[in-house]
C-alpha cells in the first residue's frame, strides 16, 4: 500500500509535471564485512549443503568473497560429523539421514571466530489433495485455474510452512515471491490454501505443489528476507534475523518436504 | 491542584493592593472590524507601560489616577491617540485606520517595532498571511507552513514528505491548532500543500520553545492559527486564479458591527485537466483536495461574544474503479467570550477535531476497503486575570476525549471476515497557571506551571502488556471506561528577558512538555496512513525538555533585527520501530515499538531587513538531532531522520513601485538521514541488502532558488487586484524525491541507486482579486 500512493502521485505528477529520475552515486561508509552462512537440512537422506561467504558490495561488482578454510561440523547430539570443502566456499556433507524431531547443531570456524545455529527437524505434513476452480477474468486475476493446496495441519502444536507451486515448468514461491504460511488461528484444522500469489493455471498444465515443513526461526528468517527484498512495509530496513549467534548473517534452515501433483482436467 | 490555583492567587493579588483604575476594550481593523491580535496599548507618560490585544482583540490595562495620553497601535495601521482623565473604569472600542504606508513595506514577519527585542516571548516566528502572498511558492499556493520552513529552525524533509520539523523534533511533536482544534495531518497531495488555505487566515504564531503554560500536547512546538472572523461592516468578496487551484471567500455582516462570518473554500483541479487526456489511464484518475473554512461571531453585549467556526478538508485520489482513497481533516470550534469585570476574561470552547482515511482496492463485489480514524472531544476553559501594569495571570483547564480506530478492513466478498480492531480511548487533561510579571523596566518573567495528565481506557475488552522481547507478559480484561493506565507530571515553563539596552536584550527559556500520543510513523516518507496511538500501559509519554539563550539586537533605527539563539532539548520515551517491524493492520502493533531517548540542539542565527525597498531575511540554522535505542545500531547514538545539520535560507523583497514587487527565495538544506544497504550477499541465489545501521546514510543535499513578481493593478474603493508570477526551482536543481535501488542496465546483476525528483522548473501564474 504504501507503495502504491507515492507511485500513483507520481504516475500523475509525471504526465503534468516533470518529474524525472537519474542514476545517481550514493555516498557509502565502507562496511566491515561480515560473515553469511547459508546452510539448509531437508528431512531424510540428502546432501547437507553449507555455504559460506562474506558480505560484498551492494553497488555495482557484486561478486563475494568465498571462505574456503572454515571447520564445518554437524551435531545431531550424539555425533559430530565433519564437513568438507568442496569448492567455491561450499561444504557438502553427502547422504545424510535428518530424522523429525532431532535437535541438530551447527558449526562453523571461520578464522577463530565460532557460529553455531541449532535447529529442531519438522515432522512432515502431508499433502492430501491439489485441487482447482475456475476463475473468470477479474480485476484481480486472468481467466484460469486458481490452484489449492489441502492438508491437516497436525494439532497441538505450532506449524511453520513454505510453499512452492509448478505450474508446467514456471515456478513460484522462490525467495523473491515467498508464500509463506503458519498455523496460527488454524491449529489443527484441515487448511485449504488457495494460491492467489501464483499466477493461474490452463488446463491440461502440469501442476505440482511441495508443501515445506520449517520451524519457527526459519519461517522468522524467509519473513525477513521478504520484507528486505520487498522494501518493507514501512518500518526501517534492517538485516533478516536468523539463527546464527555472534554475529553471522543467513540462516540454519530445517524442512521436511511433502510433494503432490496432479493434471488440470477442464 | 485548584487549591494551589487558589493559593496563588491569593499571594499575587496579595502583593498588589492599590488605587488602580482599567482601562479595557477591544481593537479592530476600521476596514473590516476584524479584531486585531497584538495591537499594542502604550502610555505615554508611562513609557514602561503597556499591554496587548489577546486572540480577541481584547485587552486590559490598570494604571493609577492620573491624566494620561494613551496610543493604540498596530502593524500597517495608523496610531490613534487618546488623552484621558483616569478616575473611573473606562471602555474602549478602538477601530484603527489603514496605514497608507501599508504598501511600501513587505514586513512578513508581522511584529510591531522592536516587539522581537522587548517581548518576553522567545523561539516564537509569526507569520502576516497577507504578506506572505508575494514570497514565491510552490505552483504559485501561498502556504504558511512553507513559508515557516525558511525560518530558522523550522525545516521541511523536502518535496513531497508531510509535516515539518522544529529544533530536530518529529513531524509529529508538532502541536497544529486552528482556531483552538488540533489539526492532525497538516498536508494535502502527501506535502505539496499545506490544508490551511491563507485566505481564511488572520493570524499565525510558531512557538520553537518556550511555549506558554497555555499550550501542552506536544513535545517540539506549537503553530496557532486563527481564522479571520468575516467583514462586520459589509460584505465582499475574494479569491485567486491558480494554476493548480482556485479559491473564493466570501464575508459580511450578520448584524453589521456586531457579527460577522466569512466562508472561504479552495479546490485543485489538476484531475480535471487529466480528463482531458486521450490515455485512458489518466483520463479516469482522480486527484484531488478541497478545504472549505467557516467562521461566524456575534456579539450578544459588551461582556458577551460567540463565536463558531469550522474547517473540512479532503483530499482524494483514484484510478478508475479500482483503486481509490481519500483522507481529511474536520473540525469544528465553539467559543463563548464572557468578562466576569473589565480586568477577568474568559474563554470557553468546546471542540471537536476529526481525522481518518480510508481506501478501496477493487470494484463492486470485489472490493476490500480499509479505513482508520482519531476523534476527539475537548472541553477547554480559559481565564485572563490582568491584574496589574505589571502583572497578567492566565489560567485554565483543559480535558480531551480522544477516541482511536486503529483502522477496519471490509469487503464485498462474501467469504471475507472483516478484520475491526477494537477502538483505543483516553482522556487527556490539564490544568495550568502562568503569570507575566514585569519586575522592572528592563526585567521581564513569564512563568507558568502546567500539569497534565492521561487515561489510558479501557474498551470492553483485553490488553496486553509485553516485554521488551515482544512477548505477551500479562493480559487482563479491562471494562469499557476503566482506566488501564495513568500518567501524569507537571510541565514548567519559564521565559525571562532582560533589555541590555533600548535596542538589545537577552533572553533565556525553559520548558517541559509532555507528548501523551504518539504517531507511528513511516520511516522512509510520512503519509496519510501514518497512524496515532495513545499512551498505553506498553507505550510511555514522550517528555522533553528544552533551555535556550538567545541574544536580540535591532540596528539602524530597526531597520535591521538581529538574533541568535542556542537550544538544547533532551528527550525521554522516545518511540521507533524495532528492525523488521509488521504495522499493517496489526492490532498488537506496540510489540513492535521500542523505546529509547534523544537529544537535539543548535544555534540560529537570523538577520532580518524590515525596512526600505529591499527588506527580508537571511537565516542559518546549524542543528543535531540525535537517538539512542538500546535495541537500534547497538545501542549507539545515531541521526533522527530530521537531523538535517545545515540550513541556510535567504529571502530577498524588492518594491520597485507601487505597482510592482518582485521576490526571491534560496533555501539549502544537508540531505535526510536515511537508511540505506551498505553492503549485500546472496541468499537462494538472489542479491539480499545488507544494512549495517539505522540513518547512516544521507540524501544528497537540498538546494532550490524561487523567484517571483507581482503587479498590482490600481486599487480602487470597490476593487483591487494582482496578478503574481512565479517560477519555483529557477535553476532546476533535481532534489531526490526517492531513492530506489535497480538492476543496472549495463551491467545485469549489478545494482545502481536511481533518483526520483518530482519537480524541475515549475513556472506558474495567479491571479487575486478581492471586492
Redesign the interface.
Known amino acids: 500500500m504504501k507503495k502504491l500512493i507515492p507511485l500513483l502521485i507520481l504516475s500523475v505528477l509525471t504526465l503534468s509535471l516533470s518529474s524525472c529520475r537519474k542514476i545517481i552515486d550514493i555516498e557509502q561508509e565502507e562496511a566491515d564485512q561480515t560473515t553469511v552462512i547459508q546452510a539448509e537440512l531437508y528431512e531424510g537422506t540428502n546432501d547437507f549443503s553449507v555455504k559460506i561467504t562474506k558480505t560484498g558490495n551492494f553497488f555495482g561488482d557484486n561478486s563475494l568473497e568465498v571462505i574456503t578454510n572454515a571447520t564445518v561440523t554437524l551435531d545431531d547430539g550424539t555425533t559430530s560429523y565433519p564437513i568438507s570443502h568442496t569448492g567455491n566456499g561450499r561444504y557438502i556433507l553427502p547422504a545424510f539421514t535428518a530424522i523429525s524431531g532431532t535437535e541438530y547443531t551447527l558449526v562453523v570456524n571461520e578464522n577463530g571466530n565460532n557460529f553455531e545455529a541449532k535447529a529442531t527437524m519438522p515432522a512432515l505434513v502431508p499433502i492430501d489433495t491439489v485441487t482447482y476452480v475456475f476463475l473468470p477474468q477479474s480485476t484481480f486475476t486472468d481467466e484460469g485455474y486458481l490452484t489449492q493446496i489441502e492438508f491437516q495441519d497436525p494439532a497441538g502444536e505450532e506449524n511453520f510452512y513454505r510453499l512452492f507451486l509448478t505450474i508446467q515448468d514456471e515456478l513460484f514461491g522462490d525467495i523473491e515471491n515467498l508464500i509463506l504460511l503458519d498455523d496460527g488461528f488454524l491449529d489443527g484444522n484441515r487448511i485449504e490454501f488457495p494460491l492467489f500469489a501464483a499466477d493461474v493455471a490452463q488446463a491440461f498444465d502440469t501442476i505440482t505443489m511441495e508443501l515445506h515443513s520449517c520451524d519457527e526461526n526459519t519461517l522468522t528468517y524467509l519473513e525477513g528476507v521478504d520484507e528486505v527484498l520487498g522494501g518493507g512495509n514501512g518500518a526501517p530496513p534492517a538485516n533478516p534475523d536468523g539463527n546464527f549467534n555472534n554475529g553471522a548473517l543467513g540462516n540454519f534452515s530445517v524442512y521436511a518436504v511433502a510433494k503432490k501433483s496432479t493434471v488440470i482436467i477442464p | 491542584m485548584k487549591n494551589l490555583i487558589f493559593v496563588a492567587l491569593i499571594f499575587i493579588s496579595s502583593i498588589t493592593i492599590s488605587q488602580d483604575f482599567t482601562i479595557s476594550g477591544t481593537i479592530k481593523d476600521a476596514s473590516n472590524g476584524e479584531d486585531l491580535i497584538g495591537a499594542t496599548i502604550k502610555v505615554k507618560e508611562l513609557p514602561s507601560v503597556g499591554a496587548i490585544t489577546n486572540v480577541y482583540g481584547f485587552f486590559s490595562l490598570s494604571l493609577p489616577k492620573g491624566d494620561y495620553t494613551i496610543v493604540f497601535n498596530s502593524l500597517g495601521f495608523k496610531p490613534q491617540e487618546q488623552k484621558i482623565a483616569l478616575t473611573e473604569n473606562k471602555k474602549f472600542n478602538i477601530e484603527l485606520e489603514v496605514s497608507s504606508i501599508e504598501f511600501e513595506e513587505f514586513n512578513v514577519t508581522g511584529e510591531i517595532e522592536d516587539e522581537n527585542v522587548s517581548s518576553t516571548e522567545m523561539g516564537v516566528e509569526k507569520l502576516d498571511p497577507k504578506s506572505i502572498e508575494v514570497i514565491p511558492v510552490l505552483l504559485g499556493e501561498k502556504d504558511i507552513i512553507k513559508t515557516f520552513t525558511l525560518m530558522p529552525g523550522i525545516k521541511s524533509g523536502g518535496e513531497?514528505t508531510g509535516g515539518f520539523f522544529v529544533r530536530g523534533g518529529g513531524v509529529d511533536q508538532n502541536l497544529v491548532l486552528l482556531d483552538e482544534a488540533v489539526v492532525y495531518n497538516a498536508s494535502h497531495?502527501?506535502g505539496f500543500f499545506s490544508v490551511f488555505n491563507s485566505d481564511a487566515i488572520k493570524d499565525v504564531s510558531l512557538y520553537k520553545g518556550g511555549m506558554p503554560a497555555q499550550y501542552g500536547g506536544r513535545g517540539s512546538s506549537v503553530m496557532d492559527i486563527t481564522m479571520k472572523d468575516g467583514n462586520s461592516k459589509k460584505f465582499g468578496a475574494s479569491g485567486g486564479l491558480g494554476v493548480i487551484s482556485s479559491r473564493l471567500t466570501l464575508e459580511g455582516p450578520i448584524v453589521k458591527d456586531k457579527g460577522s462570518f466569512i466562508v472561504s473554500g479552495r479546490r485543485s483541479y489538476?484531475d480535471l485537466?487529466?480528463k482531458l487526456?486521450p490515455?485512458p489511464d489518466?483520463n479516469d484518475?482522480k486527484?484531488y483536495f478541497y478545504d472549505l473554512n467557516l467562521k461566524a461571531n456575534y456579539k450578544i453585549n459588551d461582556k458577551n461574544r460567540l463565536f463558531l467556526s469550522g474547517y473540512f478538508g479532503r483530499d482524494v485520489?483514484g484510478?478508475g474503479t479500482?483503486?481509490g482513497?481519500n483522507w481529511g481533516n474536520a473540525t469544528g470550534t465553539l467559543r463563548w467570550n464572557h468578562l466576569f469585570s473589565d480586568k477577568l476574561f474568559s474563554n470557553t470552547s468546546l471542540i471537536v477535531s476529526n481525522y481518518d482515511y480510508e481506501?478501496i482496492i477493487?470494484?463492486g463485489d470485489?472490493s476490500f476497503g480499509f479505513k482508520a480514524s482519531i476523534l476527539d472531544y475537548n472541553i477547554k476553559q480559559d481565564f485572563s486575570y490582568f491584574l496589574n501594569d505589571k502583572n497578567t495571570v492566565k489560567f485554565g483547564v483543559n480535558v480531551i476525549y480522544h477516541t482511536f480506530d486503529p483502522g477496519q478492513l471490509l469487503s464485498e466478498i462474501e467469504s471475507f471476515t472483516p478484520i475491526d480492531l477494537n477502538d483505543l480511548l483516553a482522556t487527556e487533561s490539564a490544568v495550568y497557571l502562568q503569570n507575566e510579571q514585569k519586575f522592572s523596566e528592563l526585567f521581564s518573567i513569564q512563568y507558568g506551571l502546567r500539569y497534565s495528565f492521561f487515561n489510558y481506557l479501557g474498551n470492553s475488552d483485553d490488553v496486553k502488556t509485553y516485554n521488551t522481547a515482544g512477548d505477551v507478559t500479562q493480559t487482563q480484561f479491562y471494562n469499557r471506561h476503566e482506566t488501564v493506565q495513568f500518567y501524569g507530571g507537571f510541565e514548567p515553563r519559564l521565559a525571562a528577558k532582560y533589555m541590555l539596552s533600548e535596542s538589545s536584550s537577552v533572553k533565556a527559556s525553559f520548558n517541559r512538555n509532555y507528548q501523551y500520543i504518539h504517531l507511528l510513523s513511516?520511516?522512509?516518507?510520512s503519509?496519510?496512513?501514518d497512524s496515532w496511538v495513545p499512551s498505553s500501559n506498553n507505550v510511555k509519554p514522550q517528555i522533553i525538555d528544552q533551555v535556550a539563550l538567545g541574544y536580540f539586537r535591532n540596528f539602524k533605527d530597526n531597520m535591521f533585527e538581529f538574533s541568535v539563539e542556542g537550544y538544547f532539548k533532551n528527550l525521554q520515551n522516545q518511540i521507533?520501530?524495532?528492525?523488521?517491524?509488521?504495522?499493517?493492520l496489526n492490532g498488537d502493533v506496540e510489540k513492535?515499538l521500542t523505546f529509547g531517548r534523544g537529544i537535539a540542539y543548535g544555534a540560529e542565527f537570523y538577520l532580518k531587513k524590515t525596512k526600505g525597498k529591499l527588506s527580508g531575511w537571511l537565516s542559518y540554522t546549524y542543528s543535531r538531532s540525535l537517538r539512542q535505542f538500546d535495541a537500534i545500531n547497538d545501542g549507539e547514538y545515531y541521526p533522527a531522520r530530521q537531523d538535517l545539520i545545515h540550513d541556510i535560507s535567504v529571502v530577498g523583497i524588492y518594491k520597485f513601485t507601487e505597482k510592482w514587487v518582485a521576490s526571491a527565495s534560496f533555501v539549502y538544506t544537508t540531505g535526510l538521514a536515511v537508511?540505506?544497504?551498505?553492503?549485500?550477499?546472496?541468499?537462494?541465489?538472489?542479491?539480499?541488502?545488507?544494512?549495517?545501521g539505522?540513518?547512516?546514510?544521507?540524501f544528497?543535499d537540498y538546494h532550490r532558488m524561487d523567484v517571483g513578481v507581482t503587479w498590482y493593478n490600481k486599487k480602487t474603493d470597490k476593487f483591487e487586484s494582482n496578478w503574481n508570477f512565479s517560477i519555483y526551482n529557477l535553476y532546476g536543481r533535481?532534489n531526490t524525491?526517492?531513492?530506489a535501488?535497480i538492476e543496472d542496465e549495463n551491467?545485469p546483476?549489478?545494482?545502481?541507486?536511481?533518483?526520483?525528483?518530482?519537480?524541475?522548473?515549475?513556472p506558474s501564474v495567479t491571479y487575486n482579486f478581492k471586492f
Open positions: 513531497g497531495l502527501l489538476a485537466f487529466l487526456s490515455n489518466f484518475t486527484l485520489l484510478v479500482d483503486f482513497f481506501f477493487g470494484g470485489e513511516n520511516a522512509t516518507a503519509s496519510p496512513t521507533d520501530y524495532k528492525n523488521g517491524a509488521e504495522l499493517f513492535e537508511t540505506f544497504p551498505s553492503g549485500g550477499y546472496q541468499v537462494e541465489g538472489v542479491t539480499v541488502p545488507f544494512y549495517s539505522r540513518n547512516q546514510s544521507r544528497p533535481e524525491f526517492s531513492i535501488f551491467n546483476g549489478q545494482t545502481v541507486a536511481e533518483q526520483t525528483s518530482l519537480f524541475k522548473i515549475i
